[in-house]
């Protein structure tokens, strides 16, 4: 009931915030004991608990995955001031003292030109897929410069592939003007095989011609942060 009621707060606001966090351990964390660990573990966890009563935080492991970060936190809110707040706590933490910011992409939801039918999927009741694929994305000023009718043509090509992969789930954000970049796609999957399939059939595509850039791609294992923490070394 919790979970559904801050959906439909954020569903009813004029603007979702997005903001995905990536995080680095320090390597002083591994000389910690265990039990010292766990107790931080513990408390982060806590943390994360209490603050998913105010905006919802998805909790990724990215360990071993890249080589920039370690754990990410999605976090999904109609205040961007939320944010800051819970991620001031993050570093009043036991844990918040061997971290590090590695990346950070800010973006708000608005609903695509192009398609009324493409919804996200942190605005739907599904449960988050086993992994996400999260990376900036920018496009030329010459996309923009084009006429509508010619981008959506093109752009219909691009969704019409993405439909061919009903079972990967789709979350672009709109970053321009709040953050570098122009989007943030978040792509969620089960089988990272068939994502990559999807991006090769992508990048075949006419909108392709105007992708300036689209790193780094950082996949995501989604975990509970307990375990995230412990697994850390």
């Not at 995905?20 to 320090?26: E, P, R």
Request: some cysteine.
């Amino acid at each position: 009931m919790e979970v559904q009621r801050k959906k439909d707060q954020i569903k009813s606001s004029k603007s979702t915030f997005l903001n995905y966090s990536f995080f680095k351990i320090d390597p002083k964390w591994r000389w910690m004991n265990e039990v010292a660990k766990e107790e931080a573990a513990k408390e982060f966890a806590t943390l994360v608990t209490v603050a998913n009563t105010k905006l919802r935080v998805y909790t990724y492991s990215t360990l071993g995955l890249h080589s920039g970060t370690d754990f990410m936190l999605w976090m999904v809110s109609d205040s961007v001031e939320m944010f800051q707040t819970f991620t001031s706590k993050i570093y009043s933490t036991i844990l918040g003292k061997y971290i590090e910011p590695a990346f950070l992409f800010l973006s708000s939801f608005r609903r695509s030109i192009y398609s009324e039918k493409v919804t996200p999927s942190f605005m739907t009741e599904s449960k988050p897929l086993k992994y996400l694929v999260v990376y900036p994305f920018v496009k030329s000023r010459e996309w923009y410069l084009l006429p509508f009718e010619e981008r959506k043509k093109m752009m219909d090509e691009h969704i019409a592939i993405g439909r061919k992969f009903p079972e990967i789930k789709l979350n672009t954000s709109y970053s321009y003007g709040i953050d570098d970049n122009d989007f943030t796609l978040a792509f969620e999957t089960d089988d990272l095989s068939k994502f990559q399939d999807l991006i090769m059939q992508l990048r075949e595509t006419k909108v392709s011609l105007y992708v300036v850039k689209d790193t780094p791609m950082i996949v995501c294992l989604q975990r509970d942060i307990q375990s995230i923490i412990m697994g850390l070394g």
